[in-house]
């Protein structure tokens, strides 16, 4: 198996204080990894060292290869992995939503024809066809959050890093954007780091990495992980709000499975129950 990513051993300290210590990470091409950790934890930090932004103060970070501390290797590693931020509004660089889309692409020096197709499709991925010519500041939230990902797309990315992209969207503006996301990992087998407060979102992940005190403290599949709730509240987190209902009606006397994560698993469970009944 490809791994698109790896860290081997990587510590980082801003001054004289270690915020990651002797991380292993491992991300394999197509996978959907979620990133969860107390405030502070160090999870922009790890997002950071992934596109060179920051380097590591000890051990190595590679993406697809290549040594994310040889500058050289700069340009190649941030056309491999792009990152998309919390605030929609500081990643978004131009009047119109198509020339803010094109914007990455053309810095490439590539050609109008291609720039114009890789723009089409990005807005395409992202459900935003109709507000092409839009100026990005008259979108709500959740669709500029979703140009900043066609900006991103547009370099063709084979890994896709998002710090916390849903934390300022309200409920809609969430759900549409982690459709998308969900979407360009199932469809385009984009790898996805999504690093998020919103358990409910990790639940979509293939697997999910826990931080704290700046170390690897859980790294399993969300089933595994959510099923420990305990484990959970001992990290400073907690279980998806599914997870905490389907707990609470087990506490109840109802025959449901303790590691329920997903709301249409409970639903399916609940329909099984009256049909029995029936
Ligand atoms: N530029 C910096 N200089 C010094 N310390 C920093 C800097 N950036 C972050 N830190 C510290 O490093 C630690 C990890 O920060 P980081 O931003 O990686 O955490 P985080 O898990 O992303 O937190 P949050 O959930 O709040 O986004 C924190 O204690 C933070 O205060
Ligand atoms: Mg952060």
Same mark, same amino acid.
């Given at each position: 198996?490809?791994?698109?990513?790896?860290?081997?051993?990587? /510590?980082?300290?801003?001054?004289?204080?270690?915020?990651?210590?002797?991380?292993?990470?491992?991300?394999?091409? $197509?996978?959907?990894?979620?990133?969860?950790?107390?405030?502070?934890? $160090?999870?922009?930090?790890?997002?950071?060292?992934?596109?060179?932004?920051?380097?590591? !103060?000890?051990? @190595?970070?590679?993406?697809?290869?290549?040594? !994310?501390?040889?500058?050289?290797?700069?340009?190649?590693?941030?056309?491999?992995?792009?990152?998309?931020? =919390?605030?929609?509004?500081?990643?978004?660089?131009?009047?119109?939503?198509?020339?803010?889309?094109?914007?990455?692409?053309?810095?490439?020096?590539?050609?109008?024809?291609?720039?114009?197709?890789?723009?089409?499709?990005?807005?395409?991925?992202?459900?935003?066809?109709?507000?092409?010519?839009?100026?990005? *500041?008259?979108?709500?939230?959740?669709? @500029? =959050?979703?140009?900043?990902?066609? $900006?991103?797309?547009?370099?063709?990315?084979?890994?896709?890093?998002?710090?916390?992209?849903?934390?300022?969207?309200?409920?809609?503006?969430?759900?549409?954007?982690?459709?998308?996301?969900?979407?360009?990992?199932?469809?385009?087998?984009? /790898?996805?780091?999504?690093? !998020? *407060?919103?358990?409910?979102?990790?639940?979509?992940?293939?697997?999910?990495?826990?931080?704290?005190?700046?170390?690897?403290?859980?790294?399993? !599949?969300?089933?595994?992980?959510?099923?420990?709730?305990?484990?959970?509240?001992?990290?400073?987190?907690?279980?998806?709000?599914?997870?905490?209902?389907?707990?609470?009606?087990?506490?109840? $006397?109802?025959?449901?499975?303790?590691? /329920?994560? *997903?709301?249409?698993?409970?639903?399916?469970?609940?329909?099984?129950?009256?049909?029995?009944?029936?």
């Amino acid at each position: 198996m490809n791994n698109l990513i790896r860290f081997d051993n990587v /510590t980082f300290s801003y001054g004289s204080r270690n915020v990651l210590e002797n991380i292993d990470l491992e991300v394999r091409e $197509g996978e959907f990894l979620a990133v969860l950790g107390y405030n502070g934890s $160090g999870k922009s930090t790890l997002a950071k060292l992934i596109n060179g932004i920051l380097v590591p !103060t000890s051990g @190595k970070v590679y993406v697809d290869g290549m040594d !994310t501390s040889d500058e050289n290797m700069l340009a190649e590693i941030r056309k491999t992995a792009g990152m998309v931020f =919390q605030n929609p509004d500081n990643q978004i660089v131009a009047t119109i939503v198509e020339e803010d889309i094109a914007f990455a692409p053309e810095n490439l020096g590539l050609d109008p024809a291609e720039i114009r197709v890789r723009v089409d499709d990005a807005i395409k991925a992202v459900g935003l066809e109709k507000h092409i010519k839009d100026a990005p *500041h008259k979108l709500s939230g959740g669709q @500029k =959050q979703r140009v900043a990902i066609a $900006g991103v797309l547009a370099m063709q990315p084979r890994c896709i890093i998002l710090d916390e992209p849903t934390a300022m969207l309200d409920p809609k503006g969430r759900s549409l954007v982690m459709g998308v996301i969900e979407r360009l990992n199932r469809e385009k087998g984009i /790898t996805i780091i999504l690093i !998020t *407060h919103f358990m409910e979102e990790a639940a979509l992940a293939d697997r999910i990495m826990i931080l704290s005190d700046g170390r690897v403290a859980v790294n399993d !599949t969300p089933k595994k992980v959510f099923s420990d709730r305990d484990r959970m509240i001992s990290l400073g987190l907690e279980v998806p709000p599914v997870t905490e209902l389907t707990l609470n009606l087990i506490r109840n $006397g109802l025959p449901l499975e303790k590691d /329920t994560i *997903h709301p249409e698993e409970l639903i399916d469970s609940l329909l099984k129950m009256k049909e029995e009944e029936a």
